[in-house]
């Protein structure tokens, strides 16, 4: 079963910064593709960013507007979600997923974290 955990979600106010981390299990980063995405309440999973191995395929969702930036540090099976300019709007539970080719929807990751929830006050 392969393992994703995040971490480094909080409560930041609005125009702070946070970076959140997913660590994965060695198998899975060596071959996987990496994404991250968030869930308000109420609202449908909304991709977030991805990448894939080797760091030279890289997309965003439209409303990241230059504001997060994804990488991931294979020595250490890590990637990582920088946030910066952080608006309430970005309140969410923000998740880590695997799968074998980066996308913008959910399919085709396969492996999922449980998520860090991150909390923008105004």
């Known amino acids: 079963q392969v393992q994703l955990v995040e971490s480094g979600g909080g409560l930041v106010q609005a125009g702070g910064s946070l970076r959140l981390s997913c660590v994965a299990s060695?198998?899975?980063?060596?071959?996987?593709?990496m994404a991250w995405f968030r869930q308000a309440p109420g609202k449908a999973r909304e991709f977030v960013g991805a990448l894939n191995y080797g760091g030279g395929i890289t997309i965003y969702g439209n409303f990241v507007k230059g504001r997060f930036t994804v990488s991931r540090d294979n020595m250490i099976n890590t990637m990582y979600l920088e946030m910066k300019n952080l608006k309430p709007e970005d309140t969410a539970v923000y998740y880590c997923a695997a799968g074998p080719r980066v996308a913008p929807n959910i399919d085709p990751y396969t492996s999922w974290g449980r998520g860090t929830q991150v909390t923008v006050s105004s």
């Open positions: 060695a198998r899975t980063f060596r071959t996987d593709a």
